[in-house]
């Protein structure tokens, strides 16, 4: 019986308006259906096999029969590949279960109808650009199976207000979080050694920012134009003993820089900062501009 339908197997066939999914089927090669009118919305059969539209369609999905309009519940998946959902504007709600272990690039890249997303524990990366352009997202939870996220995964999810980071998690990618202009506060975990080039460029409603013992290294304008950026808290020595502003603006605009008690302060804080005789953060040194 037929396992798998292959990379552009149906690509252009003009007349092509409904196919008969096999439950033996699971998975769908890259734009299997491309240009042709079975990808105008999404599809469902009646045996609760479901493939997304958008121009794109990378794998097969079991969901139930009764599949409302907007959402999908991915029973069994192993991996969502890339450009899976690429600009299926109608998705509203995603649920990612434990059994997918990556979710691809550009995964779901222009859902800008997405305003829910659960990811499942056991999801070890989340792929470039995979949420890229969700606007609707509000908030994002990722899980400790994750130890990666990729370059531009959240870029441009202007709604999102909130984002959970995970001590699983070692690397930031570039652009990761760039233009998330909702995104008020964020704590990158002791596990995280690197933040990318740009990660957090433009996101302007940011206020507060807390730096894990483990970075060693910010990109350049990690942190640019996070215009309403009122204190950093620093558990880094390699950060907190940077002779510049480490090269990604992260001290341009905070008025307040809480230093863990003990570690050592370069000329990137103390060139522009004062040494404030008491802390209202127990633990750590406070300087202000």
Do not use: M, W
Request: proline share 2%; charged share 10%.
């Amino acid at each position: 019986s037929v396992t798998s339908i292959g990379n552009s197997a149906f690509n252009g066939c003009s007349g092509l308006t409904s196919v008969t999914i096999p439950d033996s089927v699971t998975s769908i090669g890259g734009s299997a259906f491309l240009n042709t009118p079975y990808l105008t919305n999404l599809q469902s059969t009646s045996n609760g096999i479901a493939t997304a539209s958008g121009g794109v369609t990378k794998y097969v999905i079991d969901v139930p029969t009764d599949i409302t309009d907007g959402e999908l519940n991915l029973t069994n998946v192993k991996t969502i590949a890339n450009e899976a959902f690429y600009d299926c504007t109608r998705l509203t709600s995603v649920t990612i279960p434990d059994s997918v272990t990556s979710i691809g690039s550009s995964a779901f890249n222009g859902c800008s109808g997405l305003t829910s997303v659960t990811i499942g524990n056991g999801v070890t990366s989340i792929g470039s650009s995979a949420f890229n352009g969700c606007s609707g997202l509000t908030s994002v939870t990722i899980p400790d199976s994750v130890t990666s996220i990729g370059n531009s995964a959240f870029n441009g999810c202007s709604g999102l207000t909130s984002v959970t980071i995970p001590d699983s998690v070692t690397s930031i990618g570039y652009y990761a979080f760039e233009d998330c202009t909702r995104l008020t506060s964020v704590t990158i975990p002791d596990s995280v050694t690197s933040i990318g080039y740009s990660a957090f460029y433009n996101c302007s409603g940011l206020t507060s920012v807390t730096i894990g013992n483990g970075v060693t290294s910010i990109g350049e304008y990690a942190f640019r134009y996070c215009t309403s950026l009122a204190s950093v808290t620093i558990d880094s020595a390699d950060i907190a003993g940077l002779s510049n502003h480490f090269s990604s603006c992260l001290l341009d605009n905070a008025t307040i820089i809480y230093v863990k008690e003990g570690l050592s302060v370069g000329r990137g804080i103390t060139s522009s900062y004062t040494k404030q005789e008491t802390s209202d953060k127990t633990g750590y040194v406070k300087y202000t501009k």
